[in-house]
């Protein structure tokens, strides 16, 4: 947003969904919709409504994040600060980009006919959808009455802030389960892990389908014992559709370290076959479909 400084008027930047995923937030915007000009009030209303949301980005993408082709719309800011974090741009919500919900809604639309040709969706990921729970909720409500397939890509940790309503309007949740004994999930994410476990049950509890990501970190995320409590946790819901074992992979290093802060994988590899093979077996010894 930008603000004059002088009167305290705030004004959303006009908006160009066009931004490639990885672009600094708050550069090159060029309108394809003006938001016009709300006051600092104004501005804080359309957020409580949902109307107005803080966007990293988004992007086009096939066979990630969900089945088909989606529109992934990354959210920005999040609780949690993994270690492996690849986007570590979004950790702030207020470094993301104002977005109205219906410049979204509108981008969304267009993209009706890719999304039933490869029986595709909308997905929304971030940093952590459920920072914002009225905008979110309200663009998952506006896929949904379009008959757009829904994805919510979500850590889990602030699941209690999803109404019911939200989560009706879900097709498939996308729960990242970082770790799955209690110490090795705050090192991981610097956060307690049974608000995740929570949301999980309450998510089986509802029937919802969910895939499970599970990213492996040599050395991290890797220990025998942890994967068996996720994997032994993951098998008693029921609504679970498969498990997906991540590499783990150094994309966003230069990013942690474009932005000072402390990069603490610069000398993790990634996984080796046999690590992974390992891993997905472990899984899969719990009757886990896992890939
Ligand atoms: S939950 Fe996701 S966005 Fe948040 S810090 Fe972890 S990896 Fe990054």
Same mark, same amino acid.
């Given at each position: ?6 009167? *305290?008027?705030?004004? +959303? ?15 090159? !915007? ?5 938001? *016009? ?22 992007? !086009?993408? =096939?066979?990630?994040?969900? +089945? ?9 800011? $999040?609780?949690?600060? $993994?270690?492996? $974090?690849?986007?570590?741009? =979004? ?45 979110? &909720? ?6 949904? @009455?379009?008959?757009?397939? =829904? $994805? ?11 109404? %019911? ?5 879900? %097709? ?30 309450? !998510?089986? &509890? ?18 025998? %014992?942890?994967?068996?409590?996720? @994997? ?40 080796? &076959? ?14 886990? =479909?896992?890939?």
């Amino acid at each position: 947003m930008s603000a004059d400084g002088v009167s *305290g008027e705030v004004r +959303p930047a006009p908006v160009d969904l066009d931004v490639p995923r990885l672009r600094p937030a708050g550069k090159g !915007l060029a309108g394809i919709a003006s938001t *016009g000009r709300m006051t600092h009030h104004e501005h804080l209303e359309a957020v409580r409504r949902g109307d107005l949301g803080s966007i990293h980005s988004w992007e !086009l993408v =096939t066979s990630v994040d969900g +089945p088909g082709t989606r529109l992934t719309v990354f959210v920005a800011g $999040c609780g949690l600060r $993994c270690q492996y $974090c690849h986007n570590p741009d =979004t950790f702030v919500m207020a470094r993301g980009e104002p977005v109205l919900l219906e410049d979204l809604v509108a981008r969304l639309r267009r993209y009706r006919g890719v999304f039933r040709a490869t029986r595709g969706g909308l997905t929304v990921s971030g940093g952590e959808p459920l920072m914002q729970p009225a905008f979110v &909720g309200r663009l998952l409500h506006e896929a949904k @009455a379009m008959g757009i397939h =829904t $994805c919510l890509d979500t850590n889990g940790y602030l699941g209690a802030h999803a109404p %019911d309503a939200l989560l009706d309007d879900v %097709d498939l949740v996308l729960l990242d389960i970082k770790a799955g004994l209690p110490d090795t999930y705050h090192e991981v994410t610097g956060v307690e892990l049974e608000p995740t476990l929570r949301f999980s049950r309450r !998510l089986a &509890g509802r029937g919802q389908a969910m895939w499970i990501r599970y990213v492996l970190v040599p050395g991290l995320t890797d220990a025998v %014992d942890d994967v068996e409590a996720v @994997a032994a946790h993951v098998a008693t819901l029921g609504s679970v559709e498969r498990v997906e074992v991540l590499p783990f992979h150094q994309m966003g290093r230069d990013k942690w370290e474009s932005l000072g802060l402390t990069y603490r994988l610069a000398d993790t590899p990634t996984p080796s &076959g046999e690590l992974l093979e390992r891993v997905r077996g472990q899984f899969r010894a719990h009757g886990l =479909t896992t890939y």
